[in-house]
């Protein structure tokens, strides 16, 4: 399963569904502020059918501001030897159809899994749990009344100087095991600064080699 048989082929069949099941369930809000997409690029249809919706969200729903999250695939953890061919594919999708991009890759989330949660055979539970702790953070000012809150609106045109420069690097601390927390001392100081390690980062990279250009710290 490739890129291009998402774009292509299975299009055909199921892209016209797609849509119209979207915009009927766009249709019964009476103020949409955003999408919100979940994928990962590493699988054929993920990627290629992902793009392509992407792309008709631009037409469609230009003015609506569009957050994808995406699985990244990794080296070290990979399923299929395409996966690198599907995500440089559907990445040039997400520079020019995405607002903001979350991506966490396989590696440095099943890593956080073993080590912080201690966790011996991980199940996409444990994976999946962890992404949506990050959403939930991101999404908190929707659910929340608050001064201290960010609207997702101005944490995106603040922490974005240029359009095209959208994907967000995310870390999610603390991240600790149920027995770990009852005897663990979290203060403000440890947490922000785990929040800057490279072990706790959702993508296996090291930041301290470049500089930031923005940040945002969110509870």
């Not at 999946?128 to 009344?145: P, W, Y």
Request: aromatic share 10%; proline share 4%; hydrophobic share 40%.
């Amino acid at each position: 399963n490739n890129f291009v048989r998402g774009h292509y082929i299975i299009v055909k069949e199921i892209f016209d569904l797609c849509l119209d099941r979207i915009r009927k369930l766009a249709d019964q809000f009476a103020d949409l502020q955003r999408f919100l997409v979940f994928n990962a690029v590493g699988g054929g249809t993920s990627s290629g059918l992902g793009s392509l919706l992407s792309e008709r969200f631009s037409v469609n729903y230009g003015k609506k501001s569009k957050l994808d999250f995406i699985i990244y695939p990794s080296p070290q953890v990979s399923a299929a030897v395409i996966e690198p061919y599907n995500s440089v594919l559907s990445t040039h999708s997400l520079l020019q159809h995405t607002d903001v991009a979350v991506m966490p890759d396989k590696e440095a989330i099943y890593d956080i899994c073993r080590k912080n949660l201690d966790i011996e055979r991980l199940t996409y539970t444990n994976l999946n749990r962890l992404v949506s702790q990050v959403v939930s953070s991101l999404t908190a000012s929707l659910k929340f009344d608050s001064v201290l809150n960010v609207d997702v609106t101005e944490f995106q045109t603040n922490l974005f100087p240029h359009l095209r420069i959208h994907i967000r690097l995310s870390s999610y601390v603390p991240v600790i095991s149920a027995e770990k927390a009852y005897h663990e001392q979290l203060r403000v100081a440890k947490i922000t600064s785990s929040a800057f390690e490279p072990a706790n980062l959702m993508a296996k990279c090291d930041p301290r080699h470049g500089k930031y250009m923005t940040c945002c710290l969110m509870q």
